[in-house]
C-alpha cells in the first residue's frame, strides 16, 4: 500500500524558513508527479507546487514564486519543499501528492485533486507575524 508521510512543518516567524518533506513508501512508479498543495482554514486546498520525475518538469503558484523551491530524490522517493521569506498568509496545512500519470508543468499546473491517486495527511504550517 503506498503511503505519503509528510514531515517538517512547524511555528516560524514571518522571514523565516522551513523545509517540508514528503516520503512516499510502497511507491514503485518510475515515471510520476508529486505535488505539495495546501489549506488554509475556510479556504479551499490549492495547488502551491509540482514536479514531474521524468525531467523535473516544475511548476509554482504565483504567490510562492521566487521563496519556495521544490525538489525530488528519485532514489528515495521523497519530494521536498523549501520555504523562505514566510508570510502569515502562508500558514495552512500542507499536504504532499503523488500520481503516476500526471505530468506536472509551468502549462499544466499543479492539476486538480482529483487528477492525484495519493494524498499524505498533511503538516501544519503556521506562520507568526
Known amino acids: 500500500e503506498v503511503q505519503l508521510v509528510e514531515s517538517g512543518g512547524g511555528l516560524v516567524q514571518a522571514g523565516g524558513s522551513l523545509r517540508l518533506s514528503c516520503t512516499a513508501s510502497e511507491f514503485i512508479y518510475t515515471d510520476y508527479a508529486m505535488g505539495w498543495f495546501r489549506q488554509a482554514p475556510g479556504k479551499e486546498r490549492e495547488g502551491v507546487s509540482c514536479i514531474t520525475s521524468t525531467d523535473n518538469s516544475t511548476y509554482y503558484t504565483d504567490s510562492v514564486k521566487g521563496r519556495f523551491t521544490i525538489s525530488l530524490d528519485n532514489a528515495r522517493k521523497t519530494v521536498y519543499l523549501q520555504m523562505n521569506s514566510l508570510t502569515p498568509e502562508d500558514t495552512a496545512t500542507y499536504y504532499c501528492?503523488?500520481?503516476?500519470?500526471?505530468?506536472?508543468?509551468?502549462?499544466?499546473?499543479?492539476?486538480?485533486?482529483?487528477?492525484?491517486?495519493?494524498w499524505g495527511r498533511g503538516t501544519q504550517v503556521t506562520v507568526s507575524s
Open positions: 501528492a503523488g500520481d503516476p500519470y500526471y505530468y506536472c508543468s509551468a502549462t499544466n499546473g499543479a492539476g486538480e485533486l482529483h487528477e492525484y491517486d495519493y
